[in-house]
């Protein structure tokens, strides 16, 4: 019911494909690995994310969460060997040892390039939930947006604990709480302070709670986000209390669609103002769906338009809005 170090589970490899041969790995303290971080104290059961930044074809950087509410980044040295292949670092904590801040990432972040304001980003989405146990309402859960800049560059080699590195160490006190979507619907000096307070933020978050009653209901992440020009598409489940006590129910799954850059909502899903996308409140982010437990979104290219799937429901989504970049390779002959 609180947050508590696991005792296996708590290491990363990277090994050759081919042979099988370890290159590296790290590990907790004294577990004797190439590079020991006194952070992984909690299992990382996702598939780490691993990322080529400056296009060369080589992998450069990786991103995972734990069991613990903790993002960590691993940027790697390529051409170097053993404990100096590899650095990293928790870049966020999102947890702690009550029982209703004992989130866990069992899922894999989503990763995607964005500009905001003058400057470039890497943008990374992910959502806490229990998966484990699936009805428990304990916890109070978040979608966490984090912009993280100057990706490209490395963290301190000499990291051995996030309180030494002072461009991370993040926690929910650094991003700004989108929850009630001040910056679209609220007066006018609430949506300039909004922005204000997010500008000055390393990202945003969203509580999971009722908007009609403000409380949590035990709503959660169980699945990967998926972003597309910069509109994140992102599952939750929300169970049902049984009050019968004998007939099982099935719960409440939902598709949250936002904007990236402030988690505004994209459409008008709920229909409560004559149809129109350009007065949205909180509830638009929000679609309903049938799925008892939703799998992760998936984007489909058809007729040149992207769809995006979530289980059996499918639909078409305006995700090019404005100027968007576009790089491509030309041969001279």
Same mark, same amino acid.
């Given at each position: 019911?609180?947050?508590?170090?696991?005792?296996?589970?708590?290491?990363?490899?990277?090994?050759?494909?081919?042979?099988?041969?370890?290159?590296?790995?790290?590990?907790?303290?004294?577990?004797?690995?190439?590079?020991?971080?006194?952070?992984?104290?909690?299992?990382?059961?996702?598939?780490p994310?691993?990322?080529?930044?400056?296009?060369?074809?080589?992998?450069d950087?990786?991103?995972?969460?734990?069991?613990?509410?903790?993002?960590?980044?691993?940027?790697?040295?390529?051409?170097?060997?053993?404990?100096s292949?590899?650095?990293?670092?928790?870049?966020?904590?999102?947890?702690?040892?009550?029982?209703?801040?004992?989130?866990?990432?069992?899922?894999?972040?989503?990763?995607?390039?964005?500009?905001?304001?003058?400057?470039?980003?890497?943008?990374?989405?992910?959502? /806490?939930g229990?998966?484990a146990?699936?009805?428990?309402? #304990?916890?109070?859960? %978040?979608? &966490?947006? $984090?912009?993280?800049? *100057? !990706?490209?560059?490395a963290?301190?080699?000499?990291?051995?604990?996030?309180?030494?590195?002072?461009?991370?160490?993040?926690?929910?006190?650094?991003?700004?709480?989108?929850?009630d979507?001040?910056?679209?619907?609220?007066?006018?000096a609430?949506?300039?302070?909004?922005?204000?307070?997010?500008a000055?933020?390393?990202?945003?978050?969203?509580?999971?709670?009722?908007?009609?009653?403000?409380?949590?209901?035990?709503?959660?992440?169980?699945?990967?986000?998926?972003?597309?020009?910069?509109?994140?598409?992102?599952?939750?489940?929300?169970? /049902?209390?049984?009050?019968?006590?004998?007939?099982?129910? #099935?719960?409440?799954? %939902?598709? &949250?669609? $936002?904007?990236?850059? *402030? !988690?505004?909502?994209?459409k008008?899903?709920?229909?409560?103002?004559?149809?129109?996308?350009?007065?949205?409140?909180?509830?638009?982010?929000i679609?309903?769906?049938?799925?008892?437990?939703p799998?992760?979104?998936?984007?489909?290219?058809?007729?040149?338009?992207?769809?995006?799937?979530?289980?059996?429901?499918?639909?078409?989504?305006?995700?090019?809005?404005?100027i968007?970049?576009?790089?491509?390779?030309?041969?001279?002959?």
């Amino acid at each position: 019911t609180v947050r508590t170090a696991d005792t296996i589970g708590r290491a990363l490899y990277i090994v050759d494909a081919t042979t099988g041969a370890r290159l590296w790995w790290a590990g907790p303290s004294s577990s004797g690995a190439d590079e020991v971080y006194s952070d992984m104290q909690y299992s990382m059961p996702a598939t780490p994310k691993v990322l080529d930044t400056n296009g060369d074809g080589l992998a450069d950087q990786m991103y995972i969460g734990d069991m613990g509410g903790q993002v960590w980044r691993f940027d790697i040295n390529n051409g170097e060997r053993g404990s100096s292949l590899v650095d990293g670092a928790v870049i966020a904590e999102f947890a702690g040892n009550s029982t209703t801040d004992n989130r866990r990432f069992y899922n894999s972040p989503d990763l995607f390039g964005f500009r905001y304001g003058n400057n470039r980003y890497l943008g990374l989405v992910i959502g /806490s939930g229990y998966r484990a146990h699936p009805l428990d309402a #304990a916890v109070e859960d %978040r979608i &966490y947006m $984090l912009r993280i800049p *100057d !990706a490209s560059s490395a963290p301190d080699s000499n990291l051995d604990d996030k309180t030494d590195y002072s461009d991370y160490g993040w926690t929910e006190n650094d991003l700004y709480d989108a929850t009630d979507n001040l910056i679209g619907e609220g007066t006018t000096a609430q949506q300039a302070a909004g922005a204000a307070s997010l500008a000055g933020a390393k990202g945003w978050y969203l509580r999971l709670i009722d908007y009609a009653d403000g409380a949590y209901k035990g709503e959660k992440v169980l699945s990967e986000s998926t972003t597309v020009n910069n509109q994140i598409f992102i599952t939750t489940y929300e169970p /049902s209390p049984n009050t019968s006590g004998c007939v099982p129910l #099935a719960g409440k799954s %939902r598709l &949250y669609h $936002l904007w990236a850059e *402030d !988690a505004q909502p994209v459409k008008n899903y709920d229909k409560t103002v004559k149809n129109s996308d350009t007065e949205l409140t909180k509830e638009d982010r929000i679609v309903e769906l049938m799925d008892p437990l939703p799998p992760d979104p998936q984007r489909m290219r058809v007729d040149g338009e992207d769809v995006i799937c979530v289980g059996a429901r499918c639909a078409k989504e305006d995700t090019i809005t404005g100027i968007v970049e576009t790089f491509w390779y030309q041969d001279e002959e």
